[in-house]
């Protein structure tokens, strides 16, 4: 029974471009949560998403940053016209419904921006 | 809104040993949950421990355990017979009452185990 799946582990972009960062659910978990590391901080909530809705998106910036769930496929993260200090790790969990004991946290995707 | 303290920056242990790390949070829902995470050098996060803010019983899972003291807001993990494998950081993290796994982080200890 896979876990939740997130790549790449590790991505590179230069000032200006695109960042995409996927995250295949755990089977059968319809809520999606992303989340954002800086350097020795902790996580920081951005976003959660169902199947094709955005619930709560209180934590994510503005400009620039937009996040899905489709009906099929992963959910994408995606960070347009990336900055130096969107440099981070990117995690993702997974839950089956919105009451359960724990969320299921991916492997993360560390952004470096050059 | 919730918040997580975590006041230890840094610990260290000499292996064998207990260790407790402090979590203290700051809520004003009837309900919340109270996580535990690790967080290894490889980078991933692992799931300790639960508890629920209407759990009369501290949680227990193996070698953790976590404190709870409603009154005092606080929410402390307990290793016990510590291992060179428990260094990593570790992040408390609380669940409001609206029911959805949005969580509020600590900003984390760093815990090394001496042999």
């Known amino acids: 029974n896979a876990g939740v799946m997130q790549n790449p582990r590790h991505l590179v972009r230069r000032r200006g471009q695109e960042a995409r960062l996927r995250c295949s659910p755990m089977k059968g978990h319809s809520h999606v949560y992303w989340y954002r590391q800086l350097p020795e901080e902790g996580l920081k909530f951005m976003v959660y998403l169902q199947k094709e809705n955005i619930i709560d998106e209180s934590g994510m910036p503005k400009e620039r940053f937009s996040a899905e769930f489709p009906k099929e496929g992963p959910s994408i993260l995606r960070i347009q016209q990336v900055v130096r200090g969107d440099s981070a790790a990117y995690f993702c969990?997974?839950?089956?419904?919105?009451?359960?004991?724990?969320?299921?946290f991916g492997q993360g995707t560390r952004l470096t921006v050059v | 809104a919730q918040k997580i303290t975590q006041t230890q920056p840094g610990m260290f242990v000499q292996e064998k040993e207990a260790v407790t790390l402090d979590c203290t949070y700051d809520t004003s829902d009837q309900s919340y949950g109270l996580f535990w995470y690790k967080q290894p050098s490889s980078g991933e996060m692992i799931f300790l421990i639960y508890q629920g803010s209407y759990d009369e019983q501290n949680a227990t899972e193996g070698r953790y355990s976590l404190n709870f003291q409603k009154a005092r807001k606080s929410a402390n993990l307990v290793i016990s017979a510590s291992q060179l494998g428990d260094s990593a950081m570790y992040f408390c993290?609380?669940?409001?009452?609206?029911?959805?796994?949005?969580?509020?982080f600590g900003q984390g200890t760093r815990l090394t185990i001496n042999p």
């Open positions: 969990a997974s839950s089956p419904w919105t009451g359960g004991h724990e969320a299921f």
């Open positions: 993290a609380m669940r409001g009452d609206q029911g959805a796994q949005k969580l509020v």
